[in-house]
């Protein structure tokens, strides 16, 4: 166990929807990374935040958002959802933001 | 352009056969260097990382990794290998917690 919380561990919704994902960190992790991991992309970094705000974006898409919260928990939503945003979304948490403890991701099926 | 590259797609062994992952990388400034591992059905788990000093790392379950920096390498090795290893193997680079990823490697060791 990682000590990273993922919810929902499965997902399965219509294109067109729009979906959240939340991300518990590891207690006292103030960083939080959001990655993708699909068949054709393989596994690719979304955005960091970091105690709050945003540090760093990677191949992140416009119909996509992520926030952190005060508590440090994070959301993930993805909108205007098209089969190929299925996919395995990871979060994961740092303490010190080189290692990354990961959670057991969200399992993404658009139909 | 920073970049990953593992060699092998997809390796099979027999139990106790040596094995070694290949994995290249490209990447300005400091480099810190990780091999995880995904178990069929798991989250992304830490097998060893390199940050500096001895460029021989050793990690979790037997696993050893060398970094040589003329040829921008940071290979995986095991001398022989378990059942239980079958898994896929991610090779990353980083800094600051946003990790690049090689596209995986997905070992299956027969009994």
């Known amino acids: 166990d990682s000590g990273v919380t993922q919810t929902p561990k499965h997902l399965i919704t219509a294109t067109g929807q729009r979906v959240t994902l939340r991300c518990s960190p590891r207690?006292?992790?103030?960083?939080v990374y959001w990655y993708q991991q699909s068949l054709d992309q393989g596994l690719q970094f979304l955005i960091q935040?970091?105690?709050?705000?945003?540090?760093a974006k990677g191949n992140i898409l416009e119909r996509f958002s992520a926030q952190q919260f005060p508590d440090l928990h994070s959301e993930l939503n993805l909108s205007s959802l098209e089969l190929g945003d299925s996919a395995l979304y990871f979060c994961a948490s740092s303490p010190d933001r080189v290692k990354a403890f990961f959670g057991q991701g969200t399992r993404l099926t658009v139909v | 352009a920073q970049s990953v590259s593992q060699h092998n797609h997809h390796v099979i062994l027999s139990e106790a056969a040596s094995l070694e992952l290949g994995c290249n990388y490209s990447?300005?400034?400091?480099?810190?260097l990780f091999w995880y591992v995904q178990y069929p059905g798991q989250h992304l788990q830490l097998l060893l990382k390199?940050?500096?000093?001895?460029?021989l790392v050793k990690g979790i379950k037997g696993f050893e990794a060398e970094f040589i920096k003329s040829k921008f390498s940071f290979n995986l090795r095991k001398p022989s290998v378990q059942w239980s290893d079958t898994a896929e193997y991610f090779c990353a680079v980083g800094n600051t917690g946003k990790l690049i990823f090689g596209q995986g490697t997905t070992l299956q060791v027969k009994p």
């Open positions: 390199y940050f500096s000093g001895d460029p």
């Open positions: 935040y970091y105690n709050g705000e945003e540090r």
């Open positions: 990447y300005g400034g400091t480099v810190n």
């Open positions: 207690s006292g992790d103030l960083s």
